[in-house]
């Protein structure tokens, strides 16, 4: 079934719709045409559809990609699909906690690209979740130059 497909008037379609409808509502998001989403199959797919609404954010721009040394594999191969290239991903070590350190991402970040800052939310090794407030906070200090995935 295609989702995407609003012409075969397909039940998918309308599930969909609802089941991101009470998404919106226990998460708290504005429940009108301001938020909107797609369910996907996983994370593979939810990485690469985040990353090129990223690079469609940016434009021209080049970007770096900041993520965990825990972050999941997918990005690499996201970054590969999407032709960002492997060497935009920057690594940024964890702390104690196994969390994205968010000192050393503050330090790391060049505004002179469009930066794109990936919070894990429950690794694959550890189950740890980074600070992700704290990594919304970070984006929305600098709204033009980064976006956050979470």
Not at 37 to 50: K, N, R
Not at 131 to 139: K, S, W
Request: hydrophobic residues 40%; charged residues 20%; glycine residues 10%.
């Amino acid at each position: 079934m295609n989702n995407q497909s609003w012409d075969g008037n397909q039940a998918s379609i309308y599930l969909e719709r609802q089941v991101l409808t009470w998404l919106k509502i226990i998460i708290g998001f504005p429940n009108d045409e301001t938020c909107s989403g797609a369910l996907v199959s996983g994370t593979s797919v939810a990485t690469i559809v985040a990353l090129a609404v990223a690079r469609k954010k940016f434009h021209d721009r080049k970007m770096k990609i900041y993520c965990s040394t825990d972050a999941h594999n997918c990005i690499i191969r996201a970054v590969d699909i999407l032709g960002i290239g492997k060497e935009n991903i920057i690594i940024i070590p964890t702390n104690k906690q196994r969390q994205i350190d968010l000192q050393i991402l503050e330090k790391s970040i060049d505004l002179n690209f469009g930066g794109v800052i990936i919070g894990s939310t429950g690794t694959v090794g550890t189950g740890a979740i980074d600070d992700l407030n704290g990594l919304a906070d970070l984006c929305a200090r600098h709204p033009n130059d980064l976006w956050y995935i979470g």
